[in-house]
């Protein structure tokens, strides 16, 4: 792009924080890769898990045999800055803050050894429907995201998800496991046999639809599941 364009575009179209909505000078938002201001940025709530064994997100896989490593890159509660941003990226068509807070979140976590040894990424898949109409799954981008910086590919046929569930965030207590029995299906185990696995989500708050894929993928004989999150609820 010619300084001229450049100069045009950022008059037409100046760069606005996905997360505030302040139009921005800040360079880094001049990035097509940036989003998100520094001053949002610095308002997350890091949780620092990738280096603390027995986190609260582990906590939740703990009874799973085949579960390894669980981390959220930050937390998440009502109307703070982190659920602004994954609302946004879920419900307002801007998927592009998962890749952003993917990249962050990697970058962050190759200081430890929990992306070590990982063959693969699988996005937590959406239904087909569901897909349609919202026209993109939020979690691919997480998985972009974080595919990029550690370079391990990303796999999205070897699971399903066969039943059209109502969504969790409108669920409550005993309902939520209830939701989301039996909605995913494996394809090929078989290719899966013994691959380390990570899977990917936007938001962990129980964990139950997370444990419902992992279930599914107990036909992924001698496999070890991690679980990677942008956030987990409060
Ligand atoms: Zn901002």
Not at 53 to 68: C, I, K, S
Request: contains cysteine; aromatic residues 8%.
């Amino acid at each position: 792009m010619s300084i001229i364009s450049r100069y045009v575009s950022s008059v037409l179209f100046p760069a606005c924080c996905a997360g505030c909505g302040k139009v921005t000078e800040s360079a880094r938002l001049q990035d097509k890769n940036a989003h998100i201001c520094d001053e949002c940025l610095g308002r997350l709530e890091l949780t620092e898990q990738f280096e603390l064994r027995d986190n609260v997100t582990e906590d939740l896989f703990a009874g799973n045999e085949q579960f390894e490593r669980g981390a959220a890159y930050c937390f998440y509660d009502k109307q703070d800055i982190a659920s602004e941003l994954i609302q946004s990226a879920k419900y307002r068509r801007q998927p592009e803050i998962n890749y952003e807070l993917a990249r962050r979140a990697a970058m962050d976590g190759l200081q430890s050894d929990f992306f070590e040894g990982i063959d693969v990424i699988i996005p937590i898949p959406l239904h087909k429907r569901r897909y349609r109409e919202r026209g993109y799954n939020q979690s691919d981008y997480i998985a972009l995201g974080l595919s990029e910086v550690l370079h391990i590919p990303i796999d999205t046929s070897h699971i399903e998800r066969v039943r059209n569930n109502k969504q969790q965030a409108l669920t409550q207590g005993k309902e939520r496991e209830k939701n989301v029995e039996g909605i995913f299906r494996v394809n090929h185990p078989e290719e899966m046999y013994r691959k380390r696995i990570l899977i990917v989500d936007d938001v962990i708050t129980t964990g139950s639809t997370i444990r419902s894929c992992m279930e599914a993928m107990s036909a992924f004989r001698g496999a070890g599941i991690s679980v990677f999150a942008l956030a987990k609820a409060r």
